[in-house]
């Protein structure tokens, strides 16, 4: 599996309040999936970040391209491959 990056700027702010809810459903489904292993907003209000497990990049566009925010025009994205280097804490 490969780590994905992706980056969901801000396109319409009352889009992205009116399908907030079924947004976070739809990652809270990807993450017990396996699909999604981290996301979150910005503070600043600018957009959030999702960080994608995927096959290849394809995979992981399909998965964004089915995101509430995405279908229905709340947010923008871009996507980047990314090579995770995780903290080895001993445990």
């Given at each position: 599996?490969?780590?994905?990056?992706?980056?969901?700027?801000?396109?319409?702010?009352?889009?992205?309040?009116?399908?907030?809810?079924?947004?976070?459903?739809?990652?809270?489904?990807?993450?017990?999936?396996?699909?999604?292993?981290?996301?979150?907003?910005?503070?600043?209000?600018?957009?959030?970040?999702?960080?994608?497990?995927?096959?290849?990049?394809?995979?992981?566009e399909?998965?964004?391209?089915?995101d509430?925010?995405?279908?229905?025009?709340?947010?923008?994205?871009?996507?980047?491959?990314?090579?995770?280097?995780?903290?080895?804490?001993?445990?």
């Amino acid at each position: 599996m490969r780590y994905f990056a992706v980056l969901l700027p801000m396109k319409d702010a009352n889009k992205s309040q009116e399908f907030r809810a079924q947004h976070l459903a739809f990652l809270a489904a990807q993450r017990n999936s396996g699909q999604v292993v981290v996301n979150g907003k910005f503070v600043d209000g600018s957009g959030g970040l999702v960080i994608y497990r995927a096959e290849s990049f394809a995979n992981c566009e399909a998965l964004v391209k089915a995101d509430p925010y995405i279908v229905e025009g709340a947010r923008k994205y871009e996507i980047f491959e990314w090579e995770a280097v995780w903290a080895d804490n001993g445990t």
